[in-house]
């Protein structure tokens, strides 16, 4: 037989059983697949981190809706039957048009005790067919099974037979639930959710493939950091499911600021439309169209340097990882080969082995240069140096803003603070930096500072440990960059700017903080700050088992650098508003009072009261608090706490 007549029918055949497979009926295949979204707090949920306990309860919702409230409130009823067994119960809003505003306003207008998930891309409320508001889901947590779908109670006959309650006390039981569907009463009939979805075929190469090299071929691709490369429609149509699962747990593209908290350049995340648009063609069978493949001209990288050949590249010493291990921070030093100033645009940092480079600082300075304080860890030094800029996985290349650069004198030492970490074999890695120097000088200089705690003390099983820090401007700046750090029991971030006139704002939010993806995060419009504006770093941990990451949830946790540790860092890239305020050294005693000041500051109020300090030191700092509070206001402001440090032998906790 032909062919040509063959072929045509095979890949019908392929498309219906991929279909298949790939369905998004949540009725056929009764299985809860893993997804995150956010509540209306802004906070990241995600469904299989409730891996270990008993029982996870769904609940469509809709907003403005009396009869879901009630059915929300029946199910807190129930739940309080079984408090012992601590069961995660979440809203899910489906509606296209919800705001996190709305959300919370009904939350509170309903008195509803659940968060309430906002699934405006539709995503979630299509896989698990949450198309009628008040319907539950019970699923087990052991097997991710739905073993339960509809709703709450019997409201056509008899109320008081609870059908949740019946299918969790089987659950709990280890039994089956007798009645694994139930259809949605009438009542509910008016509670639907209208789901959209595109109506016209979904084209591979007009409107999948650009959404792709937008988004993602820039690391899949030959030579790109991407595990596999996206070279082809076959090799994306293999890896679709996977492609479906990162979508929906917000993993890939790896960008995780807060869509909804200000907007920020090279922003790698998906709108609700691509990600509906990856989705839906995927459940459709993840076709081709005919003609060419345009993945097919996808090239491999040519280069590491993504602004062409730098005007320097400084090539750092070889250093042999063993294969396991614990390494201490390495210092590495290159002396400026150059014998006249420049100004820097722009650095790039290239490892030759990315597995054993955790972070990479690279700073600047007399070849003699010590900052002379114990910080109790080699970061002080890179702390008060001048700083080029941080690398860390996902953050490989940093452009300066317009106006602003990096002096970087002849006869300067370049300096890198390298954490290195073994994964099982040993290996040498050369690292190089790429500067790229600014033909004019820029008008402002490009400061890089941080804000850090070193007191953290994480509690074993502690699933929400939230710290903070903040620095205090002491002139009016502009801020343009943020970047949140934490190690593997990070869980979110945040950054908020705290105005002198008590108003404040939140600049970034990163609600699923991810260790293996960290990034500058550029501002789309800077953020003008008078003198006095604190911007507040605060970060949650998460020390339980929940956390698939956690080295060890038995462990009291303290500030560290090995990655088993713990840190709260919060790097800042900004300048002065105005010229006559540019500095280009850091002037070290005061940086160090604003760190220090900025976590033990308790209450965050801009000034460090007595019974904030470490409570060995009170009585012995207690005259100099008297002396030294000027303004009587019960604590030392900024300029009154630089003296007392002045006045001090000082050195991180132990």
């Known amino acids: 037989m032909d062919s040509t007549f063959l072929k045509p029918r095979w890949q019908r055949v392929v498309a219906t059983l991929f279909a298949i497979v790939a369905s998004t009926s949540a009725l056929a295949q009764q299985s809860a697949g893993n997804f995150t979204l956010l509540d209306e707090q802004g906070r990241a949920v995600e469904l299989h981190y409730h891996r270990l306990t008993s029982a996870v309860v769904l609940m469509t919702h809709r907003a403005d809706s009396d009869l879901v409230a009630q059915a929300e409130h029946r199910v807190e009823r129930i739940l309080s039957e079984f408090a012992a067994q601590d069961i995660p119960f979440f809203l899910v809003n489906s509606e296209a048009a919800s705001t996190r505003e709305a959300l919370a306003l009904d939350k509170a207008a309903h008195e509803l005790a659940a968060p309430i998930l906002q699934d405006d891309a539709q995503l979630v409320g299509k896989t698990f067919g949450l198309n009628t508001a008040g319907a539950v889901l019970l699923i087990d947590p052991h097997n991710w099974a739905v073993v339960y779908r509809g709703p709450v109670a019997d409201d056509l006959v ?28 009438s009542a509910y009939f008016g509670e639907q959710i209208a789901f959209a979805s595109i109506t016209s075929a979904i084209s591979y190469s007009s409107s999948v493939v650009p959404i792709l090299q937008e988004k993602c071929v820039s690391c899949h691709r030959p030579g790109g950091i991407g595990p596999w490369a996206m070279t082809s429609h076959a090799m994306v149509q293999g890896f679709s499911p996977m492609i479906r699962e990162v979508i929906l747990t917000k993993r890939m593209p790896p960008w995780h600021a807060d869509p909804k908290v200000n907007s920020f350049k090279h922003d790698m995340g998906l709108t609700n439309m691509q990600a509906q648009t990856l989705v839906q063609w995927i459940d459709e069978g993840a076709r081709q169209d005919s003609g060419e493949d345009p993945l097919l001209l996808v090239a491999e990288r040519e280069t590491d340097w993504e602004l062409g050949e730098p005007d320097l590249v400084v090539e750092l010493p070889a250093f042999t990882v063993p294969a396991t291990g614990t390494l201490d921070y390495q210092i590495l030093t290159v002396d400026n080969p150059l014998d006249h100033d420049v100004w820097v645009r722009a650095v790039q940092i290239v490892p030759s082995d990315r597995q054993v480079l955790h972070h990479a600082i690279a700073t600047f300075g ?115 960059s943020l970047f949140p750090h934490a190690h593997y029991r990070g869980r979110s971030s945040t950054f908020t700017v705290a105005y002198p006139d008590g108003r404040e704002e939140l600049a970034l939010s990163v609600p699923n903080y991810d260790f293996n993806w960290q990034r500058y995060f550029q501002l789309e419009e800077p953020i003008h700050v008078p003198a006095g504006t604190r911007l507040i770093h605060r970060t949650v941990f998460d020390n339980s088992e929940a956390n698939l990451s956690n080295p060890d949830a038995s462990k009291l946790v303290r500030f560290g650098e090995q990655t088993w540790e713990e840190m709260l860092y919060g790097g800042v890239s900004f300048r002065f508003e105005h010229k006559e305020d540019d500095v280009r050294d850091v002037d070290t005693g005061k940086y160090l009072a604003g760190i220090t000041m900025g976590y033990m500051d308790l209450n965050m109020d801009g000034k460090v009261e007595l019974n904030e300090m470490p409570e060995r030191a009170r009585q012995a700092l207690a005259m100099a608090f008297v002396i030294l509070d000027k303004n009587k206001n019960g604590g030392l402001d900024f300029d009154e706490f630089q003296q007392l440090m002045l006045q001090q032998t000082w050195r991180a906790p132990q």
Do not use: C
């Not at 309650?165 to 007798?178: H, I, M, N, P, S």
């Not at 007399?366 to 008060?384: M, N, Q, R, T, V």
């Open 158 to 185: 008899n109320p008081q037979v609870l059908y949740l309650q019946d299918a969790l006390t089987a659950l709990l039981a280890r039994q089956e639930v007798a009645q694994a569907t139930r259809a949605m009463p």
């Open 366 to 480: 007399p070849k003699d240069f010590s900052s002379g304080i114990d910080l109790g860890s080699p970061i002080g030094e890179a702390l008060f140096q001048s700083q080029l800029m941080t690398f860390v996985p996902g953050n490989e290349l940093y452009e300066y803003p317009e106006r602003t650069g990096v002096l970087v004198p002849a006869g300067s030492t370049f300096f890198s603070q390298m954490h290195y970490t073994t994964y099982g074999r040993e290996s040498t890695d050369q690292t190089k930096i790429g500067l790229y120097f600014s033909e004019v000088e820029p008008e402002f200089t490009l400061q890089h500072w941080a804000m850090v705690n070193v007191d953290l003390r994480i509690p074993p099983g502690e699933a929400n440990y939230q710290a903070g820090a903040y620095y205090q401007f002491q002139k009016d700046a502009v801020i343009y």
